[in-house]
């Protein structure tokens, strides 16, 4: 490909290896490999139809499921200048008009097809996404409607350099891809590796669930870089110990975010790729990675994990509920500052109170801080731990109770591969804590043994007032999280129809 017009250094080195390596495999999709030559052909194909079709620097909505050609479409927006808005293809109509609205986003491509929108007014403020914006990514939109979060050139091309060389992604490596094209995992799984010639495996979304499938792809591939959320290895090492088989000799890196990892899921990752060196990664859709923890498996791991050390040119602090900023030991907020981070919301007035702009002492441009929302520890030899979400914070019968604590104990009982805690109005109590966790297959664990694993762990009001264990996924959030909301609302519905 030659003439490509400079708006990234991520896209015109992914294009550059269909001169490279023509042949060689870009995609892996149910199978079916599709060459870096035959990608940088549909990426032409691409540009010619938002040439015609969108003006120069505005903003597109890929609204196509996960695939080559929705791929080939990000990298001609991104050769273009043209940033790509990536709503999840799980969001409600209502919600991506409203995500598109607050970016200004007038132009969605379904497919060959440009559709083009009025101009919207009310609603969110919104705006025009900065100059040198490459991807508009979206949160969960756990609290309302999601965010959109112009993510610049230069963050994407930062990421993609520190990525390549902290995992080895280099020409013609395997790199497994679960996460849908939304989430900002991709800089890692997806745009990294493209960007450096090696093999990316798409997982369909009709096989996200699936621990054979996930297993026989990992398998088949030889995979050697993995970055998933925890749900992912639950289900792996489930089907691992149904079927058996050998080791996954080939996997170098395994790298876990997004969750808390129960202690059953490292364990069996632990044993399944004895060869890799294992990683806790945390990061914000806002920020994209801030910490790295290897884990050492000659010592017993603690929970929760400790996240880790950060990355090149991240800056953190913790933020005590008085506001002060915490110089030793102690919980708080978690703040991060990072080169890899968003500019701030497309609507400035949903931004300000996530994004502080901290003026320097000299009278320059000063630092860019996110409050993530998050709520760390910090021991006194300064290791941080993650300790639950503010948000998270729910009082029952006048007890505080932190409902990520209690996902993640239920999530230490092995038969457990997914686990949603929230409340519920309850006419005695005011709110009743409840939990829906998926069982592995061929568990026989009941609603009392789950109740009776909580009660040994959990002080007696932490314990959920009703549990129910399903066979089936749990609903969740466009950026892969448990989405507790729906949960509430199911859980509610049966008993609002019996009373």
């Known amino acids: 490909m030659t003439g490509i017009r400079r708006h990234g250094e991520m896209a015109d080195s992914v294009l550059r290896w269909a001169d490279k390596t023509p042949d060689a495999p870009a995609l ?14 549909a990426t032409a194909d691409a540009r010619a139809r938002l040439a015609g079709q969108v003006p120069a620097g505005a903003t597109v909505a890929v609204l196509d499921d996960k695939s080559p050609g929705t791929i080939a479409t990000v990298l001609a927006c991104l ?17 991506v008009a409203a995500v598109m609205a607050e970016a200004h986003c007038r132009y969605a491509l379904t497919g060959p097809a440009v559709t083009v929108t009025a101009p919207t007014h009310g609603g969110h403020g919104g705006g025009a996404v900065p100059p040198g914006t490459a991807l508009v990514l979206t949160t969960s939109g756990s609290t309302g409607i999601p965010k959109a979060v112009p993510l610049p050139h230069r963050a994407v091309d930062a990421f993609t350099d520190w990525a390549a060389d902290a995992f080895g992604i280099a020409e013609s490596t395997p790199v497994l891809n679960y996460a849908p094209l939304n989430f900002d995992l991709c800089l890692l799984d997806v745009w990294t590796t493209l960007a450096h010639g090696g093999q990316v495996v798409l997982v369909d979304p009709s096989t996200a669930a699936s621990g054979r499938g996930l297993l026989r792809l990992l398998r088949t591939h030889r995979v050697e870089v993995v970055q998933a959320v925890p749900l992912f290895y639950a289900l792996v090492g489930a089907q691992v110990r149904v079927e058996g088989g050998g080791p996954l000799e080939s996997v170098r890196h395994a790298a876990f975010t997004g969750d808390v990892m129960p ?6 990752l632990a044993d399944l790729a004895p060869g890799a060196r294992l990683h806790n990664i945390y990061g914000c859709t806002e920020t994209n990675d801030s910490l790295i923890h290897e884990v050492d498996r000659s010592l017993p791991q603690s929970a929760p994990m400790p996240l880790g050390r950060p990355l090149p040119g991240v800056r953190l602090r913790l933020r005590d509920p008085e506001g002060r900023v915490l110089d030793g030991p102690g919980s708080g907020e978690l703040e991060v500052s990072t080169p890899f981070q968003s500019t701030g919301y497309a609507d400035p007035s949903r931004a300000a109170e996530k994004f ?33 979400r503010l948000d998270h914070q729910v009082k029952i019968r006048g007890v505080a109770v932190n409902t990520g ?3 993640q104990v239920l999530l230490e009982h092995p038969e457990v591969l997914e686990a949603g805690v929230t409340t519920v109005p309850d006419p005695v109590e005011g709110r009743r804590l409840i939990a829906v966790v998926r069982l592995a297959d061929a568990s026989t664990a009941t609603s009392l043994d789950l109740k009776r694993h909580c009660t040994a762990r959990l002080a007696r009001g932490w ?31 049966p008993a609002a129809t019996a009373s």
């Open 356 to 388: 502080v702009l901290e003026a320097a002492a000299d009278g320059g441009p000063g630092t860019r801080w996110f409050r993530t929302g998050d709520l760390v520890a910090r021991d006194a030899d300064g290791t941080l731990r993650l300790i639950g």
């Open 79 to 95: 050769a273009t200048g043209r940033p790509a808005l990536l709503p999840s293809p799980t969001l409600p109509p209502d919600q």
């Open 405 to 407: 604590e209690v996902e």
């Open 263 to 268: 202690e059953q899921a490292l364990a069996d």
């Open 28 to 41: 892996w999709w149910n199978g079916t490999p599709t060459s870096y030559r035959e990608l940088a052909d």
């Open 463 to 493: 314990v959920p007032g009703l549990l129910t264990p399903v066979t089936e996924p749990l609903p969740r959030t466009s950026t892969g999280k448990v989405d507790r909301r729906l949960i509430a609302r199911t859980v509610a519905a």
